[in-house]
């Protein structure tokens, strides 16, 4: 696997009663990660858009892919997948799923992950990273269209009978390949 950015840590505040001050490291997934982040697919999907437990094992186990992990104080926040090949065209990365906790989000974690597979993808030498997501995920199209995605086409009856995804798209540039500063403030 192509080596991606390095651990960096991002603080952030708050005025909510149920969140502090506090900081969100980022760092690679590491054995022993999986039962956490799989209880967040099982909070963040139902069936039929949740991967089972094989499915989401060998996406984290692909030799062409990076699992970000957002965590504070040993609490996995979220995480994020992507992985890359080649698809006679050059080396295209893919995002197979983008999970933040419902209660951890708008904080910027998932704009993090996001920008955390950009640049693994474009390290990995990816000029073109893109994603399905759930029509009706207003949130999600949200983020990655400020993330500089544009909407390429859409599927209906992806996830489901009468549930459609759309697809996004972004070309990497090289300025996505530099990681970002060490702390990031949100």
């Keep these: 696997m192509t080596a991606s950015p390095g651990n960096r840590s991002q603080p952030f505040a708050t005025s909510g009663a149920s969140r502090y001050i506090g900081v969100v490291q980022y760092r690679l997934y590491q054995d022993g990660d999986f039962p956490r982040i799989y209880a967040i697919e099982n909070v963040c999907f139902n069936p039929p858009l949740r991967f089972g437990r094989q499915m989401m094992r060998e996406l984290i186990a692909g030799g062409n892919s990076a699992t970000w992990i957002a965590e504070q104080e040993n609490a996995v926040l979220g995480f994020a997948i992507v992985e890359w090949g080649d698809d006679g065209d050059g080396l295209t990365a893919y995002i197979p ?3 933040v906790l419902p209660g951890e989000r ?3 974690i998932g704009a993090e ?3 955390r597979l950009e640049a693994s993808a474009a390290q990995a030498g990816a000029g073109l990273i893109w994603l399905h997501v ?4 207003e949130a ?3 983020l990655y269209r400020a993330a500089g995605y544009e909407q390429k086409g859409r599927h209906e009856h992806y996830y489901a ?3 459609a995804a759309e697809i996004y798209a972004k070309a990497l540039t090289p300025e996505d390949r530099q990681p ?7």
């Excluded at 759930?134 to 995920?137: G, I, L, P």
């Excluded at 970002?180 to 949100?186: G, I, K, L, R």
């Design 134 to 137: 759930d029509a009706k995920n």
């Design 180 to 186: 970002s500063p060490d702390d990031v403030e949100t």
């Design 161 to 163: 009978r009468y549930r």
């Design 97 to 99: 799923t983008l999970e």
């Design 113 to 115: 992950l996001l920008s």
């Design 140 to 142: 999600a199209i949200r």
């Design 106 to 108: 708008r904080r910027g």
